[in-house]
C-alpha cells in the first residue's frame, strides 16, 4: 500500500512525500523510526487508464523468486548480514522488477523493518505465503530455514508448470500449422484454380465447387471471422474474471476429461505442498488453511479449503473435515492424511503426497503427449488431404477437358 504523508522533523521542518507499507501502523512506525513526526496520512489512490491495466511488464517468475530465496538462505546461513545480503543479491540480478523490489526490501531492512514486514510491503511479488513462512522463521530464529522451505516449495511449482506448458506447446504448433497451410491454399493456390476452370470451362464437381465457395468466403470475409473470434475470446475472458464466471470456470475446469484430472492433481499436490511447508514451520493449522485458500487459483477449491478451514476451527480434525468433499480429494490423499494424524507426522505424511502427485503429473502429461501426438497428426492429415482433394479434383477436371 502507498501513503501520502505530511510531517514535521525535530527542527521543526514541514515534509511531505509518499511512502510504500503493508498498512497504515507501519507506515507511522517506519518513519517515526527516521524521527520524523506523522501530522497526516492518507492512503494513495492512483488513476490508471486502461493501457496501464493491461501492461505487458513481465512479473517476477517462480524460478527467478526461487533463485532468489536459494542463493539469500546461503548467504544468511554463512552468517552475512542481511541488509548486506540483499544489496548484493540486487547488484547481480539481472532483471529490472526483481533488483528494485529486492533493493526496496533492503532499505526498509536498513531502516529497522522486520524482514517479512518488509516482503509485506510488496505483495504482489511476495505473497502472504512467503510472509507468513519468513514471519515463522524469525520467531524460531531460523529464518535461513524458511527461505530454503520457500525455494524447494517454488522449485516444485515452477517444475509442474513448466512440465504443463510443455505438453501444450505441440498442439498448438500444430494448430499454427494448419492455419498456415489453410492460408497458403486461400491466397495462392485457389485463385489460380478458379483461373484455371474458367479458362477450360470445366464444370467442377458438388463437392469441388463447395470447398471453393469455402475457400472464396475465408478470403473475403477473414477480418470479420477474426473480429468475431476476437471479441468472443475478450468476452469469455470478462465473464470468467468476475465471480460468477471463476466460480463456473473453477467447476467446468474439473470436469474436462483428462485436463480436469491432471488439473485436481495438479491443486492436490500444491495443497498438499502448501500445507507441509507452513505446517514444518510451526504455522497452527488454523492460520495454515488460510493461507493456502489465499494461494489457491481455483474457486471450486478455495471455496471447499475454505469450508474445510471452518470444521476445523470448529474442533473437526483434518481428514474428517476433507471427508465432506469426496470428488476433490482422492481417498488415497484422505488415507494418508488420516495416518500422519494419527502419527503425528502429517507434516512429512504430506509430503508423501507431494512426491506421489509430482510422478503422476509427469506421468500423466507423458501419456498425455504420447496420445496427442497420433491424434493431432491423424486430424491434421485429413484436413489437409480434403483440402488437397478438393484442389486436385479441379485441376485433373480442367486437365482432362484439354
Known amino acids: 500500500m502507498n501513503f501520502n504523508y505530511k510531517a514535521r522533523t525535530k527542527e521543526g521542518k514541514v515534509e511531505m512525500g509518499s511512502i510504500d507499507a503493508f498498512s497504515r501502523e507501519a507506515a507511522i512506525d517506519l518513519l517515526q523510526k527516521y524521527n520524523i513526526f506523522v501530522t497526516s496520512l492518507e492512503e494513495k489512490t492512483e488513476k490508471t487508464s486502461f493501457f496501464q491495466k493491461i501492461s505487458f511488464q513481465r512479473k517476477v517468475s517462480k524460478k527467478e523468486l526461487a533463485v532468489f530465496f536459494r542463493q539469500l538462505s546461503i548467504m544468511l546461513e554463512s552468517q552475512v548480514p542481511i541488509v548486506q545480503s540483499l544489496s548484493s543479491l540486487a547488484a547481480e540480478t539481472k532483471k529490472t522488477v526483481l533488483r528494485n523490489t529486492i533493493l526496496e526490501v533492503s532499505e526498509l531492512v536498513e ?3 522486520s524482514l517479512s514486514e518488509a516482503f509485506a510491503v510488496r505483495s504482489e511479488v511476495f505473497s502472504n505465503f512467503y510472509v507468513n513462512l519468513i514471519r515463522s522463521g524469525e520467531a524460531s530464529g531460523k ?3 524458511a527461505l530454503y522451505s520457500i525455494s524447494l516449495h517454488l522449485e516444485r511449482e515452477n517444475d509442474v508448470a513448466s512440465q504443463v506448458k510443455q505438453a501444450i506447446i505441440y498442439p498448438v504448433f500444430l494448430i499454427g500449422m494448419l492455419f498456415f497451410v489453410i492460408g497458403i491454399v486461400v491466397t495462392q493456390i485457389v485463385p489460380k484454380v478458379e483461373g484455371l476452370i474458367i479458362e477450360t470451362g470445366n464444370t467442377p464437381t458438388l463437392f469441388t465447387s ?6 472464396n468466403f475465408l478470403g473475403k470475409y477473414w477480418w470479420f471471422l477474426f473480429l468475431v473470434l476476437f471479441f468472443l475470446v475478450v468476452s469469455i ?3 470468467f474474471r468476475t465471480k460468477e464466471g471463476q466460480r463456473e470456470y473453477g467447476e467446468i475446469s474439473l470436469k474436462v476429461p483428462f485436463l480436469g484430472g491432471l488439473l485436481k492433481k495438479v491443486f492436490l499436490m500444491r495443497f498438499a505442498s502448501n500445507v507441509s511447508t507452513l505446517l514444518i514451520a510451526g504455522v497452527s ?7 493456502t485458500e489465499d494461494t489457491v487459483d481455483n474457486v471450486a477449491y478455495k471455496r471447499i479449503i475454505s469450508d474445510v478451514e471452518e470444521h476445523v476451527s470448529g474442533g473437526e480434525k483434518l481428514s474428517v473435515a476433507m471427508t465432506r468433499h469426496p470428488k476433490y480429494f482422492t481417498p488415497f490423499v484422505l488415507q494418508i492424511i488420516r495416518v500422519g494424524e494419527s502419527t503425528g507426522k502429517l507434516d512429512k505424511t504430506l509430503m508423501d503426497i507431494v512426491s506421489f502427485y509430482e510422478k503422476e503429473i509427469k506421468r500423466s502429461i507423458d501419456l498425455f503427449s504420447r496420445l496427442l501426438e497420433p491424434i493431432m497428426i491423424i486430424i491434421l492429415g485429413a484436413i489437409v488431404a480434403v483440402i488437397a482433394a478438393s484442389v486436385l479434383s479441379s485441376i485433373y477436371g480442367a486437365i482432362g477437358t484439354v
Open 237 to 239: 475472458t470478462i465473464y
Open 143 to 145: 529464518i535461513a530455514s
Open 285 to 291: 493449522i488454523n492460520k495454515v488453511l488460510k493461507i
Open 111 to 113: 531502516g529497522g523493518v
Open 210 to 215: 463447395a470447398m471453393l465457395k469455402f475457400y
